[in-house]
Nanobody, 126 residues
């Protein structure tokens, strides 16, 4: 069982930036893995934010993320990153990372992922 752990969530002002990280002890994201970031605001469903396919580093973004967020894997594939720029109050949510060794479905579907983290809170307010 892989226990992913997110970090980096905190409070930020509108227009600010944050970087979220996701890793697990002694775990390397698979060479052909699909790894993603999701978020869930109070009273709303969990939604896909961004994802990356390790096989060729193809990235995927929700419309609300494009141009502001950047998803990446470090060179050793030990840490999944999400750079959040130009933050807006509507970005406030619990952010979760997830991964699966193979691509089994669309990047934005929760069912495409096997392992999940516990979440890190991002709050954007002035």
């Amino acid at each position: 069982q892989v226990q992913l752990l997110e970090s980096g969530g905190t409070s930020a002002q509108p227009g600010g930036s944050l970087r979220l990280s996701c890793a697990a002890p002694e775990y390397t994201f698979g060479r052909y893995s699909l790894s993603g970031w999701f978020r869930q605001a109070p009273g709303k469903e969990r939604e896909g934010v961004a994802a990356i396919y390790a096989g060729n580093n193809t990235t995927y973004y929700a419309e609300s993320s494009k141009g502001r967020f950047t998803v990446s894997l470090d060179n050793g594939r030990t840490t999944l990153l999400l750079q959040l720029n130009s933050l807006k109050p509507e970005d406030t949510a619990m952010y979760y990372c997830a991964t699966n060794e193979r691509v089994l479905g669309p990047w934005y579907e929760l069912s495409s992922y096997k392992y999940w983290g516990q979440g890190t809170q991002v709050t954007v307010s002035s």
